[in-house]
């Protein structure tokens, strides 16, 4: 199995992620009306990284939820497999938030479609911001952009961009492949 | 993104189910109910998938929770009763099924008072075939929906003691529910009068007791079937009223437990016969969310079936 090379170390993963939670800071201060939404499976990782350090940063309650977006996936019937879900947690309505959406790897732009899809069904947010840890700029289907941006990685379509995780995959750092490895 | 994949490309019955694909179809479930408590309880999934629910025979709940399930899909569905088509011209059922498909169906839902009769369609056409009940063969999304409840309730049907209490010879749910429940690590009996219980039913692993206190006592849940008098040629029993004496399950009756149990029935209820009001509209009685969750685990099944290429 190819092994992947680092492209983000444990030190510089870290740091990435203390920065993307003053970057929100800057732009939304103590979130008054604004929610944090991380997409499952692997963007709620993420989320639950960025809001641990956010409320300690920050002096009263954010709203958090995760949305899992399975049944509003476009590529349904399309596939070999069928996803199966993950569960959504979503004590709360985002009609008029500002809502920031989380999620790992920002590629062809088609989960968060369907993110925001599914995101409908709890109300109309006022905005929704994007904000990802992983961004390959050069291999959009749909015409989305993030507005917080861990690392812009340019790479060929065949490329395989892995965000891993201490507590699933035993490591914090991003691992870059050649060609999609089956994990 | 975890991948799931169900062993089979038709629902025929638990028979041809693997544990794995019971949980998965649990899992899945657990996300489609939680949809239908939202304010918009509808996905987009199968958007693009057309539905026949075929219904060779009577349904009331069957027929309404796989319409609605198949609307909250965003399914496109079409809806057939016997009664009112041509196969009381004569057609047969295979000829029937192919004119449907030649309108570009992708799935029939299938109930029928032949037993097999999903299973016969499922070798000869291409859609993928639900069985909504044949016969007195399987109900497997009745079977589903109760383990289901049970696991909703209890958190796991492992090692639950479960009475099926009635009408066993003709239910076609207690056959699904026997096996459903033994497949997931239950502990299973059969409770009726002799005349309604199977012989040699002991070889699906079940144990048969015709005392319903007994049966009553050694239970966690009790789930009741209804007496198909719509099936039965000749008399299995002297009346309904020596039945409700023997077999009726009321308040009286639960007060003499040493512990409380919980009551299931697939519906309909024949009130004062196989359960009286008290029980049946009590806090014991999960009979209402079972009917609920008939919606969550059909939207699974299709769900699960037609993302299976």
């Excluded at chain 2, 987009?44 to 069957?62: G, K």
């Excluded at chain 2, 037993?115 to 063969?137: M, W």
């Excluded at chain 2, 639960?254 to 009130?271: F, S, V």
Aim: hydrophobic letters at 40%; a neutral charge; one cysteine or more.
């Amino acid at each position: 199995m190819p092994r992947g090379k680092v492209i983000l170390n444990e030190l510089e993963f870290g740091i990435t992620i203390q920065r993307l939670c003053h970057q929100l800071i800057e732009e939304y201060d103590q979130f008054d009306n604004a929610c944090i939404i991380g997409i499952q499976d692997r963007g709620s990782i993420l989320s639950d990284r960025l809001i641990g350090q956010l409320r300690d940063l920050v002096s009263g309650d954010i709203e958090y939820g995760k949305l899992d977006i399975s049944f509003y996936r476009d590529d349904f019937r399309r596939r070999d497999t069928v996803i199966a879900p993950s569960p959504t947690h979503m004590d709360f309505i985002v009609e008029g938030k500002r809502v920031i959406l989380i999620d790992d790897v920002l590629y062809t732009g088609r989960s968060v479609h369907a993110a925001m899809s599914a995101l409908q069904q709890f109300g109309r947010p006022k905005s929704i911001e994007l904000l990802v840890f992983v961004d390959r700029r050069f291999n959009r289907h749909f015409p989305i952009q993030s507005d917080y941006t861990g690392l812009s990685v340019d790479a060929i379509d065949q490329a395989y961009v892995k965000v891993e995780w201490k507590e699933i995959d035993g490591k914090d750092q991003i691992k870059f492949f050649a060609h999609k490895v089956k994990t | 993104m975890e991948s799931g994949q169900l062993s089979t490309r038709h629902l025929l019955g638990i028979q041809d189910l693997t544990v794995s694909d019971i949980q998965l179809i649990f899992r899945t479930a657990d996300g489609f109910k939680d949809v239908l408590n939202r304010p918009i309880k509808k996905v987009p999934s199968l958007r693009d998938v057309t539905i026949a629910n075929l219904f060779f025979e009577n349904s009331t709940r069957t027929k309404l929770s796989f319409e609605l399930a198949e609307k909250r899909l965003s399914a496109d569905v079409i809806n057939f009763s016997a009664g009112s088509s041509s196969v009381a011209k004569g057609e047969t059922l295979l000829d029937t099924v192919n004119n449907v498909l030649s309108m570009k169906v992708d799935m029939i839902v299938l109930r029928h008072p032949i037993q097999g009769a999903a299973i016969y369609l499922s070798r000869k056409i291409n859609a993928n075939v639900i069985n909504a009940g044949d016969g007195t063969h399987e109900h497997p999304t009745q079977a589903l929906l109760d383990a289901y409840s049970i696991r909703e309730k209890y958190g796991d049907v492992k090692g639950k003691k479960i009475v099926i209490v009635g009408d066993v010879k003709h239910s076609r749910v207690a056959l699904s529910n026997i096996i459903c429940l033994k497949k997931l690590g239950a502990q299973v009996k059969v409770c009726g009068p002799p005349t309604l219980i199977q012989k040699h039913i002991q070889t699906l692993g079940v144990k048969v007791e015709y005392n319903l206190d007994k049966a009553l006592e050694w239970c966690d849940i009790a789930n009741v079937l209804r007496i198909q008098l719509e099936r039965q040629d000749i008399k299995y029993i002297p009346s309904l009223r020596e039945y409700a004496i023997y077999y009726g399950i009321n308040k009286q009756r639960l007060a003499r437990l040493d512990h409380e149990i919980t009551i299931m029935h697939p519906g309909p209820i024949n009130r004062g016969v196989e359960l009286n009001s008290d029980v049946a509209d009590s806090e014991h009685s999960i009979i209402l969310n079972q009917v609920e969750n008939g919606v969550a685990i059909r939207m699974a099944v299709l769900y699960l079936l037609a993302g299976t290429k």
